[in-house]
Nanobody, 115 residues
Framework: QVQLVESGGGLVQAGESLRLSCAAS????????MGWYRQAPGKQRELVAA???????IYDDSVKGRFTISRDNAKNTVYLQMNSLKPEDTADYYC?????????WGKGTLVTVSS
């Protein structure tokens, strides 16, 4: 199994930045993809960004050029650097790991962007 703990959420003003962290523990050697999803009130959870085991990345169009996903293998941590935040980025952000076809989730961290 894999355990994921997010941190770094908070309240910021539009245009500011935040960096989210996701610390992973457990059976990490079998993880082939890690990503960040978000869920705004009344909306479905959506993919924000993901990083594949080979290092390639995927971004939702709404965050391209503003968000950057990265990982530190030595710390077993994945980051989401969020710049130029907008009020529409307000959501609960969840870390996700996929291993052998099974997805694991953290409990989420809230990001609120005021206008």
């Amino acid at each position: 199994q894999v355990q994921l703990v997010e941190s770094g959420g908070g309240l910021v003003q539009a245009g500011e930045s935040l960096r989210l962290s996701c610390a992973a523990s457990g059976r990490l050697s079998t993880i082939n993809r890690m990503g960040w999803y978000r869920q705004a009130p009344g909306k479905q959870r959506e993919l924000v960004a993901a990083i594949i085991s080979g290092g390639s990345t995927i971004y939702d169009d709404s965050v391209k050029g503003r968000f950057t996903i990265s990982r530190d293998n030595a710390k077993n941590t994945v980051y989401l650097q969020m710049n130029s935040l907008k009020p529409e980025d307000t959501a609960d952000y969840y870390c996700n790991a996929v291993t052998r076809g099974v997805g694991y989730w953290g409990k989420g961290t809230l990001v609120t962007v005021s206008s």
